[in-house]
């Protein structure tokens, strides 16, 4: 069954260092893959997707994203964490019909001042 | 342009009650998604509606739960007679179609009814 696994539950990086999160995806064929961001009270929202081409994706709020086929990942990246990042970020691909997002389990990021 | 709007942002129920979920989508979208958050967990798919029809409703319990998106008015989540197992947060996406060659339009998220029950 497609599965997306974020290892990392909880992360904590100091404002302006760089951070990265973990994204594995479990599927046959290359699929379409989203980072989704949720601060305390709020919707889910869209940072950056995947569809094809070029492997490395920009997104909104200085964040990217890199496919790597070959170990099945898609982690997020930001070169310079400011406090405002604090929030969880899911990871999420598209199932077996398209509209039918599978979720990781989320990764909360807490940043010191 | 107001975002998903889903009401009320908590609930609290006793056990054998019903839970009615309402989710207004963004202006202009025709399409609803369901999603359940357990505690600890990622967001798992529920159901897909378009107005007056359901799509896919193959991620939704077969018992107590049901979804409609009418004509006129917001989609509506029931859960009849809830169990403490039912305690979570449910999130409303919409989104305006459906992209071509199985591109899926993005989904905007609401911010979730937060279900607990006593």
């Known amino acids: 069954a497609q599965s997306v696994t974020q290892p990392d539950i909880h992360i904590t990086v100091s404002e302006g260092a760089s951070l990265e999160l973990r994204c594995n995806y479990s599927?046959?064929?290359?699929?379409?893959l989203f980072w989704y961001v949720q601060s305390p009270g709020q919707g889910l929202q869209l940072l950056l997707k995947y569809f094809s081409g070029d492997t490395l994706v920009q997104g909104i709020k200085g964040f990217e994203a890199e496919f790597k086929r070959s170990q099945s990942s898609f982690n997020l990246r930001k070169p310079s964490v400011h406090w405002s990042d604090a929030a969880e970020y899911f990871c999420?691909?598209?199932?077996?019909?398209?509209?039918?997002?599978?979720f990781g389990s989320g990764t909360r990021l807490l940043v010191r001042p | 342009n107001a975002g998903v709007m889903q009401n009320p942002r908590h609930l609290v129920r006793r056990r054998g009650q019903e839970a009615r979920l309402r989710c207004s989508p963004m202006?202009?979208?025709?399409?609803v998604y369901w999603y359940r958050q357990l505690p600890e967990e990622g967001l798992k798919f529920m159901v897909y509606?378009?107005?007056?029809?359901?799509?896919?409703e193959s991620g939704m319990p077969k018992e107590r739960f049901s979804a409609e998106f009418p004509k006129e008015g917001p989609s509506i989540l029931r859960i009849q007679q809830v169990v403490r197992g039912d305690s979570a947060a449910y999130f409303c996406?919409?989104?305006?179609?459906?992209?071509?060659?199985?591109?899926?339009?993005?989904?905007?998220f609401g911010p979730g009814t937060r279900l607990t029950v006593t």
């Open positions: 202006k202009g979208h025709s399409h």
């Open positions: 599927y046959g064929a290359t699929p379409y």
């Open positions: 509606l378009q107005k007056e029809n359901i799509i896919d």
């Open positions: 996406a919409s989104s305006p179609s459906w992209g071509m060659e199985g591109l899926g339009d993005e989904q905007y």
């Open positions: 999420a691909a598209e199932g077996d019909s398209s509209y039918k997002l599978i």
